[in-house]
């Protein structure tokens, strides 16, 4: 089937989801480590982990590893949504804070797709619309008033905050804002990994290892001084309250050689990505030509967002380079659970976006193609100002408070 806009309502109105189970394999080739992220345990001194999980897979339980997790790939879709929105190859509403005259070097933009609350984040909230603190502006009054009911404030403004989910858990009445559920899902598992027992938890069976010759011969046994105005090999050069350390808190010395059970091999990873058109339906924005244009768009931005990751690479982090293992067909889900292919790709799902955009803006939508720019309040400069003082001081910091 091909997905053009007529066929996308009718699917909006009578099926179940959009769905890709994609495999990949690394960039290396088949058999070759990977190095999916890295947890704390549940002890302060712990050693980091991946997380595994028993999967059924072909009706057969397997060990499997999170690669990717749900999270961590709505942040990815974010990111190419706003670079293809900046490259002017599709028009997106989104909210940007503007800290351009703050003057805090490194710092010039967050935007709504970058902000970790989207919409609802603090950065936003402390942030002011034509000098009134956001959340108190008209605009931001509508955003905190929208409910599935009527979600047109938030769609008009950042429909990706509807798309990849949104809850309004930092302003007025203690976390009890509307909670808008995740409508695109995504997620990468690592598939048969050979794994082993330590202790209660399961870890990986491949092995990481590290270790660094210092290229100056310094030696454990020097003796170094260190306060927070620098250090020396002389108590009374280094500072005011100078306690003696080992050169590897000054980043000098050799590191011993280490193994750590981290890394994997696995059969395959796979990644499975659904738009939920079921989920879509729980939204409403007034009458109903409104409602199926933005229903319409939520789900072609979704396809968009699916098949950018494709254009723009699974080069997830260090040593998870992935590419695609053949061809994944986009299934539609109906209500049975029976499937039928689709033929799409990036261009004709742009396409489709576009006919959408200016769907709903015939349904009389505010659909801009630049961003709402907000200002940031002084309270919010001045704590990241005095956050950087502390970071230079090497103080403030998540060690510092549980004495780490």
């Not at 938030?154 to 509307?178: D, H």
């Not at 306690?243 to 590897?248: A, E, F, N």
């Not at 061809?327 to 261009?347: H, M, N, R, Y």
Request: proline share 5%; hydrophobic share 40%.
């Amino acid at each position: 089937m091909i997905l053009q806009l007529d066929t996308l309502q009718h699917a909006l109105e009578n099926d179940a989801a959009l769905r890709r189970r994609r495999r990949l394999q690394p960039a290396e080739g088949q058999g070759a480590k990977i190095f999916p992220p890295t947890y704390p345990g549940p002890e302060k001194n712990d050693p980091p982990r991946h997380v595994f999980e028993r999967r059924r897979i072909n009706g057969e339980e397997v060990w499997c590893v999170l690669v990717d997790s749900v999270q961590s790939q709505a942040n990815r879709a974010e990111e190419y949504l706003l670079e293809a929105a900046r490259q002017k190859l599709i028009e997106l509403p989104y909210v940007s804070v503007d800290f351009s005259d703050a003057k805090l070097d490194g710092l010039t933009e967050i935007t709504s797709l970058e902000a970790p609350h989207r919409l609802f984040d603090a950065i936003l909230r402390d942030s002011e619309l034509c000098g009134v603190p956001f959340m108190k502006s008209d605009v931001g009054r509508a955003l905190i008033a929208a409910k599935a009911s009527d979600a047109s404030a938030i769609f008009e403004l950042s429909p990706t905050a509807l798309l990849f989910g949104v809850w309004n858990s930092t302003g007025e009445g203690g976390g009890l804002g509307a909670k808008f559920p995740r409508c695109f899902v995504s997620e990468l598992i690592g598939v048969n990994v050979p794994t082993e027992q330590n202790g209660g938890d399961v870890v990986s069976a491949a092995r990481r290892t590290g270790s660094r010759i210092d290229p100056l011969g310094v030696l454990r046994g020097v003796a170094v001084y260190k306060s927070k105005e620098g250090w020396d090999v002389e108590a009374e050069n280094a500072g005011r309250g100078a306690k003696k350390v080992r050169p590897s808190e000054i980043n000098h010395g050799n590191i011993a050689p280490t193994v750590d059970k981290l890394g994997v091999t696995c059969d395959y990873i796979e990644q499975t990505s659904v738009v939920t058109l079921a989920g879509l339906r729980r939204l409403r924005f007034g009458n109903s030509e409104r409602t199926l244009a933005a229903r319409s768009l939520l789900a072609a931005l979704g396809l968009v967002a699916m098949l950018e990751q494709d254009a723009r690479g699974y080069a997830l982090r260090s040593r998870c380079d992935l590419v695609c293992d053949g061809p994944a067909p986009l299934q539609l889900v109906k209500f049975d659970g029976s499937t039928e292919d689709i033929e799409l790709d990036l261009a004709a799902a742009r396409a489709l976006y576009a006919e959408c955009v200016a769907a709903v803006r015939n349904a009389g939508f505010t659909f801009s193609s630049t961003p709402l720019v907000l200002k940031p309040q002084a309270k919010l400069i001045a704590i990241v100002e005095k956050s950087r003082e502390l970071a230079l001081a090497g103080e403030g910091g998540e060690a510092a408070e549980t004495g780490a």
